[in-house]
């Protein structure tokens, strides 16, 4: 069987430019579409021959080889410095040389496969900043949350052409997407302009939701907080962002944990922290002090005769459960004796009167810290 011209296979004439070539290419395989095609057996192979004879002439290299030998350039054993290029369409599987070929041609033209820049695109994550108190740390807590959301149109039911109609192929890049521009001796690849790169407009935009096909609809998110969850913890939503774009997957929500400063506790980890004010009274003579716990309850606690300001009171098991569970901390009281204010007269003559009975016995501190003070400056006044 002798093998038609390349050329004239493409129906182009021999000093054909690049562009008429793939113009000419693009408007036989359109025609040779399967769909379009599906009683002629022929088809097929001629869209091999389309496809080989593209294959060669869209190369520089083959080009020149093919026009200086002819298909002697490509034939095993043929003559011709140039042997060895052989051209890859020809054997090519039909149906994935056809799609290959309509993916990167046509994108989402004919419905199959969608093409490069009009891919589907998955969902932006979402952030959202949630604010419990140390309260709802401990117990854990569900937390009903909005998300901003976006659902398909109904009106036009997600393609966002007024009544439903389909979206049509973009003339600038004919479905495409992108457009190539002559700059100089370069041929320079962009986004095109009037889809963004979609490939398809829409020429009458539906007027529910701006021709966007989706339209915004908050969410309404059930989260349960976990016991033991720490400012700054970060709760992923798998799937909860935003939808994906012409059926891409969804992107995933976070959730941000801040908790509120609490007027009682502070927090390490899993121990928690409480300053208790004593009177200076109780903190000589002893006595006991009730104090609060994060789970609502509350303690005594004994102060022995004799505590300090500083001195630290540990109650084991009465801090924050720990995420991974298994653990709880301890609460931490952390006693300050306070030294009375707003005195009567008569309780100044008191004091003073016991005052004059203490002595090192009673303020060891006081003591040592005299001793220390002089030795210093006698040191001082001998050097
Ligand atoms: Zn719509
Ligand atoms: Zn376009």
Excluded at 57 to 67: G, I, P, V
Excluded at 153 to 159: D, L, N, P, R, W
Excluded at 305 to 323: E, I, V
């Amino acid at each position: 069987m002798s093998k038609r011209d390349y050329y004239d296979i493409l129906g182009v004439s021999r000093d054909a430019s690049d562009d008429d070539l793939k113009k000419a290419y693009r408007k036989l395989a359109k025609e040779l579409h399967p769909d379009r095609n599906k009683d002629d057996p022929t088809v097929e192979s001629r869209f091999k021959e389309v496809n080989e004879a593209y294959d060669v002439l869209k190369d520089r290299q083959k080009r020149s080889a093919y026009d200086q030998f002819g298909h002697a350039a490509f034939s095993e054993g043929g003559g011709g410095g140039a042997g060895g290029f052989r051209p890859s369409g020809g054997g090519a599987d039909f149906s994935s040389a056809f799609s290959d070929i309509f993916d990167d041609l046509f994108g989402g033209e004919f419905g199959g496969r969608r093409g490069g820049a009009g891919a589907r695109t998955r969902g932006s994550d979402l952030r959202y900043n949630l604010t419990i108190n140390l309260e709802d740390a401990f117990h854990g807590k569900a937390e009903q949350i909005t998300a901003p959301g976006a659902v398909s149109c109904e009106a036009c039911t997600g393609t966002g052409s007024a009544g439903g109609a389909a979206p049509s192929v973009c003339p600038t890049c004919s479905g495409m997407g992108k457009v190539r521009a002559q700059q100089g001796f370069f041929t320079i690849e962009r986004s095109c302009p009037t889809c963004g790169g979609r490939g398809q407009i829409i020429k009458n935009p539906c007027s529910s939701c701006n021709g966007a096909g989706l339209v915004q609809k908050d969410r309404s998110l059930n989260v349960q907080i976990p016991k033991g969850v720490e400012d700054g913890t970060r709760i992923r939503l798998a799937g909860e962002g935003e939808p994906g774009v012409r059926g891409g997957t969804p992107g995933d929500l976070y959730i941000f944990v801040s908790i509120k400063p609490h007027p009682l506790f502070k927090r390490d980890g899993a121990d928690l922290f409480c300053e208790v004010p004593v009177p200076f009274i109780e903190a000589a003579v002893g006595g006991s002090v009730e104090v609060p716990t994060i789970d609502g309850g509350k303690t005594r606690v004994a102060i022995p005769a004799g505590t300090q300001s500083g001195k630290q009171l540990r109650l084991r098991g009465k801090g924050m459960p720990t995420l991974r569970g298994g653990r709880t901390g301890d609460l931490y009281l952390e006693i300050l004796v306070e030294t009375p204010i707003n005195l009567t007269s008569k309780q100044k003559d008191l004091l003073r009167a016991f005052s004059k009975d203490a002595g090192s016995k009673q303020n060891p501190n006081v003591a040592e810290f005299e001793k220390k003070a002089q030795s210093f400056w006698t040191e001082a006044k001998t050097s």
